[in-house]
């Protein structure tokens, strides 16, 4: 007789079937669906934040010079990671990763950013590799949240802006003021 309290005796792990893969979010290499694009894409910014801040503040400490090199050494890690994101995600739409130095050119880039977000990729195995597993709830989480936090940063621009013009409006007054 079975007893209705035992633990559970079943696979606990996802399945995905042999002509698919799961994408890594660090994988240089495979192929990337259009919400994985958004969400890595995503991810690789916000990763990537403080090391552009901490290479363009320890370049600022050698003066304007070395926080210039330093952003742009953090910009030029930045693109690395987007290069590579836009490579995977093309070699799911079977083109070659090299269209991804396209988003190098100014307008083109625009046109080829929503190419890569709105393209339909290969249905099965192309020359690429297989295709990419369904996305799993932490893909199409962090696929969510950019609207949101777009949102959110828009509002709070929105009701900070103002406020603190309002605040140096008062304390430009109060000093005419005291100088009078």
Do not use: C
């Amino acid at each position: 007789m079975s007893n209705p309290y035992s633990m559970p005796q079943s696979e606990l792990t996802e399945r995905v079937s042999d002509d698919t893969y799961m994408p890594k979010l660090f994988s240089l290499s495979g192929r990337i669906g259009r919400v994985r694009y958004l969400a890595y894409g995503f991810a690789a910014g916000m990763l990537l934040i403080p090391v552009m801040l901490l290479t363009t503040v320890l370049g600022g400490l050698g003066g304007a010079f070395g926080g210039i090199v330093g952003m742009l050494l953090g910009y030029a890690v930045y693109f690395a990671a987007i290069f590579v994101v836009a490579r995977r995600r093309l070699n799911d739409l079977g083109k070659t990763g090299w269209l991804s130095l396209l988003m190098l050119v100014p307008l083109v880039n625009i046109g080829v950013g929503l190419w890569l977000l709105f393209g339909e990729g290969d249905h099965g195995s192309n020359e690429y590799g297989p295709a990419p597993a369904p996305n799993t709830t932490g893909v199409i989480i962090l696929a969510w949240a950019i609207p949101v936090v777009s949102v959110l940063f828009g509002i709070l621009a929105a009701i900070s802006i103002p406020a603190y013009q309002d605040y140096v409006n008062k304390a430009r007054a109060a000093q005419m003021q005291d100088s009078q």
